[in-house]
């Protein structure tokens, strides 16, 4: 079974920035799409942002992009987001997936592996 540790969450004022890391407990996920969704509280998940195997292709939702930032440490198994001008409703739970395709999605089902999460919490 794969294994997904997310960290770096926790509370900042708006415009304010956080980085997000997401270790992996498998080498193999170094050839695997990495994503991160976020879950506010009594809303769905959602997708912010995937990155191919590669980390040559990378895509994000509109509503973070120019904003967020997606890249990968594959000798470190690490998956990294890079939130500036945070806002408050970039507030919820950001949550680590990895895919067993190289490929990029953005769809919540095509992902294989999930972490815990981890909070953000943004403060007007």
């Known amino acids: 079974q794969g294994q997904l540790v997310e960290s770096g969450g926790g509370l900042v004022q708006a415009g304010g920035s956080l980085r997000l890391s997401c270790a992996a407990s498998r080498r193999t996920f170094a050839r695997y799409a990495m994503g991160w969704f976020r879950q506010a509280p009594g809303k769905e998940r959602t997708f912010v942002a995937a990155?191919?195997?590669?980390?040559?292709?990378?895509i994000y939702a509109d509503s973070v992009k120019g904003r967020f930032t997606i890249s990968r440490d594959n000798a470190r198994n690490t998956v990294y987001l890079q939130m500036n001008t945070l806002k408050p409703e970039d507030t919820a739970v950001y949550y680590c997936?990895?895919?067993?395709?190289?490929?990029?999605?953005?769809?919540?089902?095509?992902?294989?592996?999930w972490g815990q999460g981890t909070q953000v919490t943004v403060s007007s």
């Open positions: 997936a990895a895919r067993v395709w190289s490929d990029l999605a953005t769809m919540k089902d095509a992902f294989d592996y």
């Open positions: 990155i191919s195997g590669t980390a040559t292709d990378t």
